[in-house]
Each structure stands twice: as structure tokens, then as C-alpha cells.
């Protein structure tokens, strides 16, 4: 397996938001984070980026320790958060720059290979033409597609995603899950933490479920949402037949 948490434990103050975790995600495989709201799910992302301190357990790429030096770990992932804290009206082409920080820092030149990743990563998400438009001047799906375009250039072998699709219309959001599964396939590890069910069942390898910062199921999509454990974590059940749904467990069934 290619990211390897064992054991993973994170504290925020007096709570504890993980516990002992242990998961693995391979290349050319889309694994998906899912569980209620609270879980610990981008607390995970970001304990795996170094943003949170682990309490114990370790985290490893390829059988060996991540990196603790930034420079370095940004080369083997990148990260889209749900929504940009960046607040300078930087132009759009810029901040897919910054990712080539990765390989030639802060003060590093770019040379004609940088142009040309920097130009496919923006027509990756259909966003040439916002290039020379301040980042803070876009809608927040405009933005979201930005921050895919930075993981993208940075050639990052794995990339975190948080809710990627939350910010985007439907036919970007059906874009970006053809993008990701064309990324698994060409050799990257995805792991991304999704909201909504269907988009885990359609796009994922395999589903890793979080209840209260605890590992409570993973395996296949089709192995997750046919458990009865799956069931309790969300208070739903699936539907029979040929609809994909879910209810309310006790309730009047709905699709949704």
C-alpha cells in the first residue's frame, strides 16, 4: 500500500478526534472517507498533511515515514481543502504556481516545463480562461476548480480531497469524478472525503467509514453499504430493487 496510517491518534485540547486509526490507500485506487457529520474525516486529511500534531501512531508513504520537512512532504501530497483561506487577490494562474513550490521553493524559478503543467492542470478542471483573473474575485466553484488544478500541478503521487464537489455545479462535479478516476488510473492514490453516499458508491475502490474518530468499517463500496454496521453508523438503510437510496431507519422510505 502506498499511504499507510498505523494507529493514528490526534487531541485537539481535551478531545480526542482520532483514535487509533489505521488504514492503508494505494496507488491507482480512489478511496473514499465518509461517516456523520463529526466524525474526525478532515481531521484525518489534515493530521496526514502535518496541519494537526499526532498524539501517536505514525503515517507512512511507500514503507517509509512521511517527511517532516513541508517541502518535502508537499511532494508526495497535495491537498484540496473544502474552501480557499486564501484572502490576496492573487492572479488565478499564480496560486496553481505555488504548487511548484514542491520541487523548486518559495524563490525557485519556473522554467517552460512549469508553464506547460500549470496550463494542463487549469484546462484539466476547465479553467483556462480564469488565468488571469484575481482568485478572489471568483465564485466559489471557479475557486474550487483552481484548488484542483494547484494539486494536479503539483505532480503530487497522492492528493487529499476534502469535499471537492461541494462548490460545484453538476456538470463540473460529474467532470471531476472522471478526472479523479482518470488520475487513479494513471498511478496516483486519491483519498477523498465525500458527503454525499452515492458519489463514495460511484467513484470509490474503497470506502473507509469514521464514527467518532473511530474506524468503524472499510472495504469494498459494494461490502460497506450491504453491512448491517454501515446501517448503525448512519441511521439509514439501502433500499431494495434497482433504486439507489436510503431511509431512515423506522421511517417511511424515501429515496434520496
Not at 17 to 41: C, E, F, H, M, Y
Request: hydrophobic share 50%; net charge positive.
Amino acid at each position: 500500500m502506498s499511504l499507510e496510517l498505523r494507529g493514528l491518534s490526534v487531541r485537539r485540547g481535551a478531545r480526542l478526534v482520532l483514535a487509533d486509526i489505521a488504514l492503508s490507500a494505494a496507488r491507482g485506487q480512489v478511496t473514499a472517507i465518509i461517516g456523520p457529520n463529526g466524525a474526525g474525516k478532515s481531521s484525518l486529511l489534515k493530521a496526514v498533511l502535518g496541519l494537526l500534531p499526532s498524539e501517536s501512531g505514525g503515517i507512512a508513504w511507500e514503507g517509509r515515514a512521511l517527511p517532516r520537512d513541508p517541502q518535502q512532504r508537499a511532494r508526495l501530497l497535495a491537498y484540496v481543502p473544502q474552501r480557499s483561506q486564501l484572502s490576496a487577490a492573487l492572479p488565478v494562474r499564480a496560486v496553481v504556481a505555488a504548487a511548484r513550490y514542491a520541487h523548486h521553493g518559495w524563490w525557485g524559478g519556473q522554467g517552460a516545463g512549469d508553464a506547460a503543467l500549470i496550463a494542463e492542470a487549469l484546462a484539466a478542471v476547465d479553467a483556462s480562461e480564469l488565468a488571469a483573473r484575481p482568485f478572489t474575485a471568483l465564485s466559489a466553484g471557479e475557486q474550487q476548480r483552481v484548488l484542483i488544478a494547484r494539486a494536479l500541478a503539483s505532480e503530487a503521487p497522492c492528493i487529499l480531497m476534502d469535499e471537492p464537489s461541494a462548490s460545484l455545479d453538476v456538470s463540473h462535479a460529474l467532470a471531476l469524478f472522471a478526472l479523479i478516476r482518470r488520475l487513479a488510473a494513471a498511478g496516483r492514490a486519491i483519498v477523498i472525503v465525500l458527503h454525499h453516499l452515492d458519489d463514495a458508491r460511484r467513484i470509490a475502490d474503497r470506502v473507509v467509514v469514521l464514527e467518532r474518530g473511530a474506524l468503524a468499517l472499510a472495504g469494498t463500496p459494494a461490502e460497506v453499504f450491504a453491512s448491517p454496521r454501515f446501517a448503525e453508523v448512519f441511521g439509514v438503510e439501502p433500499l431494495p430493487g434497482g433504486a439507489w437510496g436510503f431511509a431512515l431507519r423506522g421511517s417511511e422510505r424515501c429515496t434520496r
